[in-house]
């Protein structure tokens, strides 16, 4: 069974720090994920990742970075944490498409994090 | 743009009962469609995967169908059970896209009562 593993279920932290969310994936997927997930707004994508050292933005970047020195790792970085970024925040891993693009989309269990 | 609706936003049933949930979607141009159960304050866990070129798919008391003409897809259960309450959220992956971009419907919250 695929499994990706988010570092924090629960995190609570100060507005202007700067906070880090670690995902770990252990299926050699090509692709990463980050959304956030708000009551009604859904999910959104905020950044993903196709390949190590490769990013592309989501619909909400603004205020995040990420990090994938690792395949099997993709970080979420709140550069100065705002209260508006409080929210569950969701990783998920999938192989490449183009050829593999029928495979789900396999997702952590969530990390919510409030910023105080 | 793709946009991914999902009706009723919540439904409440007695246990026994086949139910469907409903999932629409704007542009008929997907690449495949995927239903997705979502416990309270847990992640998503994939429950069907349905092709452009599929009409359905099972998997145990659940059956997916797709229709991408008329942009639509059911998810019928069969003989719900208290287990199965959740909310159930679809997601479409657009054909023209290289990577795999999904866009989520906001879910339904489903109850089923014992």
């Known amino acids: 069974d695929v499994k990706v593993t988010q570092s924090s279920r629960y995190l609570v932290k100060r507005t202007g720090e700067k906070v880090f969310l670690e995902c770990v994936q252990d299926?050699?997927?090509?692709?990463m994920f980050w959304y956030r997930q708000d009551p009604g707004l859904g999910l959104r994508l905020i950044y993903f990742s196709y390949d190590v050292k490769m990013k592309e933005k989501g619909d909400i970047p603004e205020g995040y970075s990420v990090s994938r020195e690792k395949k099997e790792r993709f970080s979420l970085i709140l550069e100065s944490a705002s209260t508006n970024q409080t929210s569950m925040y969701l990783c998920?891993?999938?192989?490449?498409?183009?050829?593999?693009?029928?495979?789900?989309?396999?997702f952590g269990d969530g990390t919510r994090l409030s910023i105080l | 743009k793709q946009e991914v609706t999902q009706i009723p936003a919540a439904l409440s049933v007695p246990e026994g009962e086949n139910l469907v949930l409903n999932c629409s979607f704007t542009?008929?141009?997907?690449?495949?469609l995927q239903w997705f159960r979502q416990d309270p304050g847990k992640g998503l866990t994939s429950l069907l995967l349905?092709?452009?070129?599929?009409r359905e798919q099972t998997s145990g008391r659940l059956n997916a169908s797709l229709d991408k003409s008329s942009g639509r897809s059911t998810l019928y259960i069969a003989a719900s059970q208290p287990g199965d309450s959740a909310t159930y959220l679809c997601a479409v992956k657009a054909e023209s896209t290289s990577y795999d971009k999904v866009i989520f419907g906001p879910g339904t919250s489903l109850s089923v009562i014992p």
């Open positions: 998920a891993s999938s192989f490449l498409g183009k050829g593999k693009s029928n495979q789900p989309q396999h």
């Open positions: 349905i092709q452009s070129s599929q």
């Open positions: 542009d008929s141009a997907i690449y495949n």
């Open positions: 299926m050699d997927h090509e692709n």
